[in-house]
């Protein structure tokens, strides 16, 4: 998968935020309408909805902005498009029921630890992956 700054921004904002199984599905070659998941999980309403304000303050400081944005009030299932890629924060039960890696199974899974930190990245030297 081709390196995105605010991909791996949105990763770290994700772990800043403690969300939980943090998975990266690179769904290029699929002929899927995006290049990229990034699926997440949280514990509560407060902390999905925390997740995913960290995600939108994050990238915005590296002037991204979501095309899209749904969910947030149920905060089941937050959906940020950003074209490139797409933020799934979800709340436990919901990440169950949907099973999107189950779904998208034929995409390649990428270890976040595998990826160089979003704070090795030049764009982020600025104080932006700070949260």
Known sequence: MERH?????????AQDRKAAGITLLDLSGLGAFTGAFLICT????RQVQAIADGIEEALARRGAHPLHREGYTSAEWILLDYGRFV????????????????????AARLDVSDLPAARDDPASRDGAASA
């Open 42 to 45: 949280g514990f509560s309403q």
């Open 87 to 106: 933020v799934h924060v979800f709340a436990e039960r919901a990440r169950l029921f949907y099973d999107i890696e189950r779904l998208w199974r034929k």
């Open 5 to 13: 700054p605010e991909l791996l921004g949105a990763v770290e904002a």
